[in-house]
């Protein structure tokens, strides 16, 4: 049973909106509640990077790339972690992960899936 399992994704046009989600189905609450959890993508032939962070009081970072059209938010009684994203771009098509992260913002944990989002040029 895997750790982190991501869904949501999917194909949208320019300018269209999805909400990623990402559960943490073997993680009980009390751990996961006190971290810092984050959203990843890796488009093809490209390295993973950092979309957007949540520490575990709500406080929220984004990258220069999507601030303003991304919004990273949680639920720790449901032990999931959402992306709301709107306005995409065709340079937003990518496989979307989530993981928590270590204090030097780290990847924790082994990936999921991903789930991939495409927006056609």
């Known amino acids: 049973q895997k750790q982190l399992v991501e869904s949501g994704g999917g194909m949208v046009q320019p300018g269209g909106s999805l909400r990623l989600s990402c559960v943490a189905s073997?993680?009980?609450?009390?751990?996961?509640?006190?971290?810092?959890w984050g959203w990843f993508r890796q488009a093809p032939g490209k390295e993973r990077e950092l979309v957007a962070s949540?520490?575990?009081?709500?406080?929220?970072t984004y990258a220069d790339f999507v601030q303003g059209r991304f919004t990273i938010a949680r639920d720790n009684s449901r032990k999931t972690v959402y992306l709301h994203m709107s306005n995409l771009k065709p340079e937003d098509s990518a496989v979307y992960y989530c993981?928590?992260?270590?204090?030097?913002?780290?990847?924790?944990?082994?990936w999921g899936q991903g789930t991939q989002v495409t927006v056609p040029s």
């Open positions: 949540i520490t575990p009081g709500n406080d929220k």
């Open positions: 073997r993680m009980i609450f009390s751990v996961f509640s006190p971290k810092l």
């Open positions: 993981n928590s992260l270590t204090t030097s913002n780290q990847p924790e944990y082994n």
